[in-house]
């Protein structure tokens, strides 16, 4: 893969945000802003994304179906009991309260994505 160059202003902003950050991968989108992927502190893999500029625009952090916080899990549970998860992302927008993003499949593996608050409120 190309190297990217990657601005100071990004990478300053991105090292003060993350103090653990292991095996960073930056690349740039067509758009032109830069995605980091690294696995966090939490061992967890993580993705955070850039404007030019330095601004924060997203991220996004890779769960296992087990260490789901609760709220979700119960939902999971209740909802959505026949359905297999493939995927599930927390998502941090700012403006926005953080978010599970989940990836459902039935026996016809037909996916769906479930998006569910951290306090456990549906939205599909």
């Known amino acids: 893969p190309p190297v990217v160059e990657v ?11 993350f103090l653990v950050a292991v095996n960073c991968q ?4 067509y758009k032109g802003n830069f995605i980091n992927t690294f696995t966090n502190a939490d061992g967890r893999i993580q993705s955070v994304e850039f ?18 916080p609760a709220p ?3 939902v999971m549970k209740n909802q959505y009991a026949g359905l297999r998860l493939t995927d599930c992302l927390r998502i941090e927008i700012p ?9 459902v499949a ?11 608050s951290e306090e456990g409120t549906v939205s599909e």
């Open 106 to 116: 039935d026996s016809n593996n037909i996916e769906k994505e479930i998006l569910i």
């Open 95 to 103: 403006g926005i309260k953080p978010f599970f993003k989940v990836k």
């Open 26 to 29: 930056w690349k740039m989108t």
């Open 51 to 68: 404007g030019p500029e330095g601004k924060f625009i997203k991220s996004k952090i890779s769960y296992h179906p087990a260490d789901l």
């Open 72 to 74: 979700v899990e119960q």
């Open 7 to 17: 601005p100071e202003v990004i990478t300053s902003t991105f090292k003060s945000s």
